[in-house]
């Protein structure tokens, strides 16, 4: 009896924090929407996010800030929707919270390197998840804002059944409204992403453990050799944990107990940053504006044409150069201290080029 008593506890426990999680998601949304529209008159007024490329930086130091990027891609569906940013800006700032997200798994390696693991195995995932990342998302830059400013896709714009909104505007407004209270104007938006940061904790925690330990993990080394295995598996944990922190920053401790070396992970982390955009896809639906659905379908299809374009035409070049970067990155502390200026430097003059 009490064998199954607690595995049956630990299941109902995940499906609470799952629904809560949901819960607190939906109220995130509302409250950034609500502080959004005090903000964009500030926003307008500072021209802090004047151009496309000050909300690239934007979002790229938010996801630093967070340690997560879809907080920031949430964040800028919210502004977006108060009109507080274009359309252009909003594909910019969700493509530079993309490109600061994988720095969670930068950050994973150091805490690993100071626990005693190998220091090039231990920082080399985050420093691939960096790699790939930016050489991915800067062609998508160019190659959606072409599809933004041209209106390609203007016809795949979907938003929630009015109904569905409506009912979840009349559970969420008295709570809005409670917050506001004590809350008002520009703070409403900073508690909107501080709830947003709680909502991933609560779904992170009805995610099922996972057992590095064991025999079933023992034979899947063979299978990850394969380029389009990993790239699936990539695309699978991101959408089922809705986040590429989690799923990118997994593989810190793969490779630092030796289950997976680092030139398998590359497709791993180009599958992930397809799927990764599965809750802000969620997230759209919700907003008053559909074309904010449509810039987020802009910039998973192009993050998916870039990728798989990659994966089948010129991988192995890819992989090959992606992995002589790194190793030139870590060659000396020259070239690593340059590379941290880089890391946080770009996203700073992003925000304040005029």
Same mark, same amino acid.
């Given at each position: 009896?009490?064998?199954?008593?607690?595995?049956?506890?630990?299941?109902?426990?995940?499906?609470?924090?799952?629904?809560?999680?949901?819960?607190?998601?939906?109220? @995130?949304?509302?409250?950034?929407?609500?502080?959004?529209?005090?903000?964009?008159?500030?926003?307008?007024?500072?021209?802090?996010?004047?151009?496309?490329?000050?909300?690239?930086?934007?979002?790229?130091?938010?996801?630093? +800030?967070?340690?997560?990027?879809?907080?920031?891609?949430?964040?800028?569906?919210?502004?977006?929707?108060?009109?507080?940013?274009?359309?252009?800006?909003?594909?910019?700032?969700?493509?530079?919270?993309?490109?600061?997200?994988?720095?969670?798994?930068?950050?994973?390696?150091?805490?690993?390197?100071?626990?005693?693991?190998?220091?090039?195995?231990?920082?080399? +995932?985050?420093?691939?998840?960096?790699?790939?990342?930016?050489?991915?998302?800067?062609?998508?830059?160019?190659?959606?804002?072409?599809?933004?400013? /041209?209106?390609?896709?203007?016809?795949?714009?979907?938003?929630?059944?009015?109904?569905?909104?409506?009912?979840?505007?009349?559970?969420?407004?008295?709570? $809005?409204?409670?917050?506001?209270?004590?809350?008002?104007?520009?703070?409403?938006?900073?508690?909107? $992403?501080?709830? %947003?940061?709680?909502?991933?904790?609560?779904?992170?925690?009805?995610?099922?453990?996972?057992?590095?330990?064991?025999?079933?993990?023992?034979?899947?080394?063979?299978?990850?050799?394969?380029?389009?295995?990993?790239?699936?598996?990539?695309?699978?944990?991101?959408?089922?944990?809705?986040?590429?922190?989690?799923?990118?920053?997994?593989? $810190?401790?793969?490779?630092?107990?030796?289950?997976?070396?680092?030139?398998?992970?590359?497709?791993?982390?180009?599958?992930? /940053?397809?799927?990764?955009?599965?809750?802000?896809?969620?997230?759209?639906?919700? +907003?008053?504006?559909?074309?904010?659905?449509?810039?987020?379908?802009?910039?998973?299809?192009?993050?998916?044409?870039?990728?798989?374009?990659?994966?089948?035409?010129?991988?192995?070049?890819?992989?090959?150069?992606?992995?002589?970067? @790194? /190793?030139?990155?870590?060659? /000396?502390?020259?070239?690593?201290?340059?590379?941290?200026?880089?890391?946080?430097?770009?996203?700073?003059?992003?925000?304040? %080029?005029?």
């Amino acid at each position: 009896m009490s064998t199954t008593a607690h595995p049956r506890r630990l299941h109902l426990e995940k499906i609470f924090f799952g629904l809560l999680g949901l819960f607190v998601f939906l109220l @995130a949304l509302q409250l950034m929407r609500a502080g959004a529209r005090d903000l964009a008159p500030i926003l307008k007024s500072t021209d802090l996010l004047k151009t496309p490329v000050n909300s690239l930086g934007f979002g790229w130091l938010g996801a630093y +800030m967070v340690l997560s990027g879809s907080p920031v891609a949430a964040a800028a569906l919210s502004l977006f929707d108060g009109s507080a940013i274009t359309e252009l800006q909003t594909f910019t700032m969700i493509n530079g919270s993309r490109m600061g997200a994988s720095f969670i798994v930068l950050f994973i390696g150091f805490i690993y390197l100071l626990r005693g693991h190998e220091p090039k195995r231990s920082l080399s +995932m985050g420093l691939l998840s960096l790699l790939t990342t930016w050489t991915i998302y800067i062609p998508v830059l160019f190659i959606g804002s072409y599809f933004i400013a /041209n209106g390609t896709f203007d016809a795949v714009r979907i938003t929630a059944a009015s109904k569905l909104v409506s009912f979840i505007d009349s559970i969420f407004e008295p709570i $809005v409204q409670w917050i506001t209270g004590w809350a008002p104007g520009l703070l409403i938006f900073v508690v909107g $992403v501080g709830v %947003i940061l709680l909502a991933f904790n609560l779904i992170d925690r009805a995610l099922p453990e996972l057992k590095l330990g064991g025999t079933e993990f023992d034979q899947a080394p063979r299978l990850l050799y394969k380029p389009i295995v990993m790239f699936l598996l990539g695309g699978a944990v991101t959408t089922f944990s809705m986040s590429v922190s989690v799923s990118l920053s997994l593989l $810190v401790p793969l490779s630092a107990r030796g289950y997976i070396r680092r030139e398998n992970v590359i497709p791993y982390i180009m599958g992930a /940053n397809i799927t990764t955009f599965v809750d802000t896809l969620v997230a759209s639906l919700f +907003m008053n504006r559909p074309q904010a659905f449509t810039v987020v379908f802009v910039e998973m299809a192009t993050v998916a044409l870039v990728s798989i374009i990659i994966l089948l035409t010129l991988y192995r070049f890819y992989e090959r150069q992606v992995l002589n970067l @790194a /190793n030139r990155i870590t060659a /000396n502390r020259r070239n690593l201290s340059i590379f941290i200026l880089l890391l946080a430097g770009t996203p700073i003059i992003l925000l304040w %080029i005029r």
